[in-house]
């Protein structure tokens, strides 16, 4: 079982940066692959950058250059640093998680985190 916990979120104007964070409980989050998901207003939920267990990484092409996924797992966290952020990139933001590699649905998710952008 792995519980996961998003923090970082907030209010930046457009150009700015944030980092998000995803803290995760468990002990199998070495071997989890990682996902940072978001959702805005009317709009489905998409998959923006994930990460595998060995920490090879895929991105959103709508993202891509401008925010980079990592996880450091030794304190079971994962990040998501958003550079360049657009008034576009508003929304909450999830972290998932999955067992060695993220499936369409992932089993185990955070509660989110707002991510506001100004223009």
């Known amino acids: 079982q792995v519980q996961l916990v998003e923090s970082g979120g907030g209010l930046v104007q457009a150009g700015g940066s944030l980092r998000l964070s995803c803290a995760a409980s468990?002990?199998?989050?070495?071997?989890?692959?990682m996902g940072w998901y978001r959702q805005a207003p009317g709009k489905q939920r998409e998959l923006v950058a994930g990460i595998t267990p060995g920490g090879s990484t895929n991105y959103a092409d709508s993202v891509k250059g401008r925010f980079t996924i990592s996880r450091d797992n030794a304190k079971n966290t994962g990040y998501l640093q958003m550079n360049s952020l657009k008034p576009e990139d508003t929304a909450v933001y999830y972290c998932?998680?999955?067992?060695?590699?993220?499936?369409?649905?992932?089993?185990?998710w955070g509660q989110g985190t707002q991510v506001t952008v100004s223009s």
């Open positions: 468990g002990s199998i989050f070495s071997i989890s692959a």
């Open positions: 998932a998680a999955d067992l060695y590699r993220l499936t369409r649905i992932p089993n185990y």
